[in-house]
Each structure stands twice: as structure tokens, then as C-alpha cells.
């Protein structure tokens, strides 16, 4: 057991979101499914209750608890990107697998979680401080996914 574990709750479906995760993202692995001993508010006995999985390294926990909370922004998981193709590969597929788009990288899948997709340009750019982190960071303020070619050419002025 790992002395630190994100817990993230779902209705219903965290067996699903982990295996979307686990198939999407490089370091990530399928763990245990514990199926509930008894009813419970969000379920019923037998039913998954939680699964233990790995998404990029970071070891989680998905409890279906039904609905009573709701994911936002306050959390996400954070991916640093070698390029535009590796930002266009995680991108399109939570967008496209029914998630939505957000502001400067952000982007929610459609179980609610959030997530940054964040080029390493961007992340070096914003490093540099100064005059380069400010025209990385103008760059990005307008974008939804991260154009690297345009925060290249911000960061050369």
C-alpha cells in the first residue's frame, strides 16, 4: 500500500475512467477492483466499489460513491508534453472521448476530472521569467490546447 494515494471519486464508472486513463497515458497500470461487501449509499453489494490504478506514475484510487460531490478545477492532474503532437495526442483524446475544453491547456474529461496539458516549451518559457515568460504567458492566455509553435515564437519575440 502506498503511503499516499489520490483518491477521486466518480458516480458510478471509475473502472471505466481508469481504464481510459491506463490506456492513454505512458507509466499508468490497471490495479485491483474491490467490489462492495454490503449496500452503501452510492451502491449496492457486489458492485465495484473502488479500483486501484496508476495514471502517469501517480498512484490513485477511483471510489464509485454516486453523486454527492462534484469534480472542479481545484484539482488536476498536470501532463508536461515533449511537443505539438504529444499535446494534440492527450488533448484530442479526453476532448474527444466526450470531455470539453477549457482555458490555457485545461482541458475536463467527462467524468468531471481536470486536466493540464502543458508543453515543456510553455513550462520552460514561463521558467526564464522576465520578458520571455511574459510574452510565453500573453501567448497562452487566448489558447484553449497549447499552440507550441506560437509560444516558440512568443518566447523568440
Given at each position: 500500500m502506498n503511503k499516499n494515494t489520490v483518491c477521486l471519486w466518480y458516480v458510478s464508472d471509475a473502472e471505466e475512467a481508469a481504464r481510459f486513463y491506463t490506456g492513454l497515458f505512458p507509466d499508468s497500470?490497471?490495479?485491483k477492483v474491490h467490489y462492495a461487501p454490503s449496500d452503501y449509499p452510492g451502491g449496492k453489494q457486489g458492485a465495484a466499489l473502488t479500483v486501484d490504478f496508476t495514471v502517469a506514475g501517480i498512484p490513485c484510487i477511483g471510489l464509485n460513491g454516486g453523486d454527492v460531490f462534484k469534480h472542479n478545477e481545484a484539482f488536476s492532474f498536470q501532463i508536461s508534453t515533449e511537443d505539438q503532437a504529444?499535446?494534440?495526442l492527450y488533448w484530442n483524446a479526453i476532448v474527444g472521448n466526450g470531455g470539453e475544453e477549457s482555458q490555457c491547456g485545461w482541458c475536463r474529461d467527462k467524468w468531471g476530472i481536470s486536466w493540464q496539458i502543458t508543453p515543456r516549451a510553455l513550462t520552460e518559457a514561463m521558467?526564464?521569467?522576465?520578458d520571455v515568460a511574459k510574452r510565453a504567458f500573453e501567448a497562452m492566455m487566448p489558447m484553449k490546447k497549447i499552440d507550441v509553435?506560437?509560444?516558440?515564437?512568443?518566447?523568440?519575440?
Open positions: 497500470s490497471m490495479g504529444e499535446t494534440d521558467m526564464q521569467g522576465g509553435a506560437a509560444i516558440e515564437a512568443a518566447v523568440r519575440g
